[in-house]
């Protein structure tokens, strides 16, 4: 592909990461160091493998749309972790790699003998990550994470939908994706800082502390105020107007920033120079202070206009705005496709399969993908033989044992 970076200008080129994490958070981290350009082996149960490949839509008879998301850039071998060959392989793979990344529950990694101790006891310059549900120093060490729960206990859901209406979950498990990149940015930075040093880190990171993390500017508010914040929906929360908003013939969005843009709005966009020379909106703090009388003539005014006429008078008027795409409709745009942001990659049994490409780009160049998401252990011999030179008599002596 002539607009991506080749493999051997890729960032990452050379590091190796042992995936040994399952779902969502482990695998994204993973999935990141991949896509920059590390060698990333997931090591999955023999028999059913992450848990995710019976999540979504089947694609072909051991992957799906869930774990194809996740895992692109990857190779797949099986290991049973909870046998003792099993356990000793991975740890002879843990010696050869930069990198570890492990979600087990608490405690889990140092039954196997897999833990960071262990592991760092003869590779000083190892990178492991430990990704758990709570502070793996506190009384919840041993809860189990799961995204749903931490959006309800760190105060998302309460941030989130309308204020006459229950408080409600991200459409995405937004907690495992920003544990997954906070986690990424950990090991980038401890991988920068062995350069220097020669020495590894053991990176701890807690889904609770990334889904407090994410609250963000409404966390702050929040303790400011003492109390939480309303919720306004598809609102902001203190710009206005700035938002979703209904045409005659579909939704849009009008993201007015400042005060100019705000009078630019009111006598170009919807012909009502009187809003703009209103006292009462003058300001945006004036304008949040009057936000029902003046969003109640806002939405007046767009009702009466196709969206069509409105997103042109708004692009003229140098606003900012947007339709509000269904989510097919998004990825098949235009835009989608001339970015080259959805691909397709060929698939050993349904022939091939949509695969959504990195979002990283250097020198202009988008970084590509070198394999698509993989079948249940599609590299295990491979590995086995190349990194660990067993034989074949060895490989199938392992595969009869149901170690892989």
């Known amino acids: 592909m002539s607009d991506t970076v080749q493999p051997r200008a890729l960032p990452l080129a050379g590091v190796r990461v042992l995936d040994l994490s399952r779902v969502l958070a482990g695998p994204w981290c993973a999935m990141v160091l991949a896509d920059l350009g590390a060698e990333v082996v997931k090591v999955e149960h023999p028999e059913r493998g992450d848990d995710t490949r019976d999540w979504g839509i089947r694609v072909g008879s051991t992957q799906t749309t869930y774990f194809n998301s996740v895992n692109r850039n990857k190779e797949s071998m099986t290991?049973?972790?909870?046998?003792?060959?099993?356990?000793?392989?991975?740890?002879?793979?843990?010696?050869?790699?930069?990198?570890?990344?492990?979600?087990?529950?608490?405690?889990?990694?140092?039954?196997?003998?897999?833990?960071?101790?262990?592991?760092?006891?003869?590779?000083?310059?190892?990178?492991?990550?430990?990704?758990?549900?709570?502070?793996?120093?506190?009384?919840?060490?041993?809860?189990?994470?799961?995204?749903?729960?931490?959006?309800?206990?760190?105060?998302?859901?309460?941030?989130?939908?309308?204020?006459?209406?229950?408080?409600?979950?991200?459409?995405?498990?937004?907690?495992?994706?920003?544990?997954?990149?906070?986690?990424?940015?950990?090991?980038?930075?401890?991988?920068?800082?062995?350069?220097?040093?020669?020495?590894?880190?053991?990176?701890?990171?807690?889904?609770?502390?990334?889904?407090?993390?994410?609250?963000?500017?409404?966390g702050l508010e929040a303790l400011v105020g003492g109390e939480d914040p309303p919720r306004y929906g598809n609102a902001h929360p203190s710009i206005i107007p700035y938002g979703v908003f209904d045409a005659a013939d579909g939704p849009l969005v009008i993201t007015v920033g400042n005060n100019s843009q705000f009078e630019r709005f009111c006598r170009e966009v919807i012909e009502r120079p009187d809003l703009a020379d209103d006292a009462r909106f003058k300001t945006n703090l004036e304008r949040s202070a009057n936000r029902a009388v003046l969003v109640a003539e806002i939405d007046r005014e767009l009702r009466s206009r196709p969206r069509r006429e409105l997103l042109a008078r708004l692009s003229a008027a140098c606003i900012p705005c947007g339709e509000v795409a269904g989510l097919n409709e998004a990825l098949t745009s235009p835009r989608a496709l001339a970015g080259g942001l959805v691909t397709m990659q060929p698939h050993p049994e349904a022939g091939s399969t949509p695969v959504l490409a990195p979002p990283y780009r250097f020198d202009g160049m988008r970084m590509p993908i070198r394999h698509a998401p993989p079948p249940l252990g599609n590299a295990t011999q491979q590995i086995l033989e190349a990194r660990l030179g067993l034989s074949a008599d060895k490989i199938a002596e392992l595969k009869a044992q149901g170690v892989i």
């Open 79 to 218: 290991l049973d972790l909870q046998s003792p060959q099993g356990q000793q392989i991975a740890r002879e793979l843990a010696r050869q790699s930069d990198v570890v990344i492990q979600n087990f529950k608490f405690g889990g990694a140092e039954k196997m003998g897999l833990g960071y101790a262990e592991l760092s006891s003869d590779h000083p310059g190892l990178i492991y990550c430990s990704i758990s549900g709570y502070d793996r120093t506190g009384p919840e060490a041993a809860r189990p994470g799961y995204d749903l729960v931490v959006q309800g206990e760190a105060g998302l859901m309460a941030l989130n939908g309308e204020a006459d209406r229950p408080p409600l979950k991200f459409g995405v498990a937004a907690v495992d994706l920003f544990t997954g990149m906070y986690a990424a940015q950990a090991v980038l930075a401890a991988l920068y800082e062995r350069e220097r040093t020669g020495k590894g880190r053991h990176i701890e990171m807690a889904l609770f502390d990334c889904g407090l993390m994410i609250t963000a500017y409404y």
